[in-house]
């Protein structure tokens, strides 16, 4: 299966490579120091390529034009960075690694340029092939235990290539059968490893792509489909435990356990935020008080996490508590102006589709788990929103070359040739 490593010379796919490895090594508790040091080495020659194909398109003689949103939306970026740095400066609990290096600190703004690199990346192929690296890689943490353990957490990390995989590959008409069998893997690796988030992306984003495909032609009945998706996910929200429930004793995924395990969450950072916290947030250092974490401390004496948490599981509350709704939607506007463009404009083009119901997917999902920081996952949906709307902006110059726009006409017996 494995192929070389050609997608090495592809800047795009090296990229993703170096925060792959980044986000491989991050959580190992039996190697802190080793794992952090491995980490910032990646994630920074990761930053350093990212620079320098920034820089490097700005020079370009045709530079692919960016959309008009971007114009305004980096200088907001800036200036929340700004705001959010403000306040870490006079926070009292300051440490510098902390929100330097720490994924999910000041680091989690840097996904979101992997939108410029995909709006940079011509070829996806490159990316396929990383993609089955990442795959061979899983295969490995899983087949192959260390220490008598299977890595669930690095094997997580590795399943986050299996739906990408399976819409470029469908896509390419490249690996047909084998993405299939990636899919029926992540289900059951979702069961193994009770990471429950994988089976409900690959349900929930299945479920979408059939659901949109029936109506792709139809933009009343797409948008029918998005709002019940919303209200399905509210529904999920507030009847969660029924519904885990359900899948645990009928369907019966265990890894589906009946224990809410997020109501809670919910609950505890919308009572800890405060006045303008909800626009602006606490800052990339931002905590918030559990009063579940400090009960787990005093009936069981254990830290099983800290009652003073520095982040939720949560995607949606992390983004708020780290700088309210003014981050949340500065986070998701390139996914979403992406995502609102392929579906409803530009459906005709498959892989466009494809992204489009996938990072629908992950916005919703972002509800539920999908906590965003700099990540091999979070990476992938930036730099998957980029590429496809470059591929948007090529299919509508493509169109517009095919109209043709006759000045005069000159008739056959009066055209003649100058030699």
Not at 53 to 81: D, E, G, R
Not at 136 to 146: G, Y
Not at 206 to 231: D, E, H, P, R, T
């Amino acid at each position: 299966m494995m192929e070389k490593l050609s997608f090495l010379k592809d800047t795009p796919a090296k990229i993703m490579l170096l925060i792959f490895l980044a986000n491989f090594f991050y959580d190992d508790p039996t190697l802190y120091l080793y794992k952090r040091v491995l980490f910032s080495i990646f994630i920074y020659y990761a930053i350093w390529e990212i620079g320098k194909l920034y820089f490097k398109s700005t020079s370009s003689l045709n530079p692919i034009k960016m959309p008009a949103f971007y114009n305004i939306y980096v200088p907001l970026l800036l200036a929340f960075v700004f705001i959010s740095l403000s306040k870490d400066l006079t926070n009292p609990n300051l440490k510098w690694i902390t929100l330097l290096n720490n994924p999910y600190s000041l680091l989690s703004v840097g996904s979101i340029f992997l939108f410029v690199v995909g709006m940079q990346t011509e070829d996806i192929n490159p990316i396929l092939d990383l993609l089955k690296f990442v795959v061979f890689v899983f295969l490995l943490v899983v087949l192959l235990p260390v220490f008598g353990k299977v890595k669930y957490y690095q094997g997580y990390i590795c399943a986050n290539a299996f739906i990408p995989f399976y819409f470029i590959s469908t896509s390419l008409k490249k690996h047909l059968w084998f993405s299939w069998v990636l899919l029926l893997v992540g289900l059951y690796f979702s069961n193994l490893s009770d990471y429950r988030i994988i089976a409900m992306r690959i349900l929930l984003f299945m479920g979408l792509y059939v659901g949109f495909s029936m109506v792709k032609k139809v933009g009343i009945l797409k948008l029918l489909i998005i709002i019940i998706a919303c209200v399905g996910l509210y529904q999920f929200l507030v009847n969660l435990s029924d519904i885990l429930y359900l899948f645990k004793d009928i369907i019966g995924v265990k890894s589906f356990d009946d224990v809410d395990t997020r109501a809670f969450l919910w609950s505890e950072v919308f009572e800890d935020l405060k006045g303008s916290e909800f626009i602006f947030g606490k800052g990339f250092l931002g905590t918030y008080f559990s009063e579940y974490f400090l009960m787990i401390l005093v009936h069981f004496q254990t830290y099983a996490d800290h009652y003073e948490r520095f982040s939720v599981e949560v995607g949606f509350l992390q983004l708020l508590l780290k700088g309210g709704f003014f981050w949340y939607f500065l986070y998701i506007t390139p996914i979403l102006y992406s995502f609102i463009k392929g579906i409803f404009w530009h459906y005709n083009n498959k892989l466009v589709f494809s992204i489009s119901i996938f990072l629908f997917t992950e916005l919703l999902l972002m509800f539920i788990e999908n906590n965003p920081y700099f990540s091999f996952q979070y990476s992938l949906i930036f730099f998957l929103a980029g590429f496809s709307l470059r591929k948007m902006i090529q299919d509508k110059k493509r169109a517009d070359a095919m109209i043709v726009r006759p000045e005069f006409n000159v008739s056959p017996k009066l055209s003649f040739n100058i030699k």
